[in-house]
């Protein structure tokens, strides 16, 4: 005779099959288990320059972009006054 029902490891979490009643699910007095491969030790890599680059701006993406636009302001600024000095001594 065949049995057949898959077997299960001795060791598989029992969770709560209804999954809609959070509460029990999250209840479950289950350990979090990790994979080997991400509580492996030694898995930190060098960030390569693009890959530092892209972290850093992913963090102060607002700061650098308010301070970017108050730079271009002050040029305009800055060009507006040199170019109105200009054109106010060539009228005189």
Do not use: C, N, Y
Not at 25 to 34: F, K
């Amino acid at each position: 005779m065949t049995d057949d029902r898959t077997a299960t490891p001795a060791d598989a979490p029992t969770v709560p099959t209804d999954t809609r009643d959070r509460v029990r699910v999250a209840a479950a007095d289950e350990p979090v288990r990790l994979p080997s491969w991400m509580a492996a030790t030694g898995s930190e890599q060098e960030l390569t320059g693009a890959e530092h680059r892209r972290l850093t701006w992913a963090r102060h993406r607002g700061k650098l972009v308010v301070a970017f636009l108050a730079a271009v302001a002050l040029l305009l600024g800055a060009l507006v006054i040199v170019v109105g000095a200009d054109v106010l001594r060539q009228i005189r």
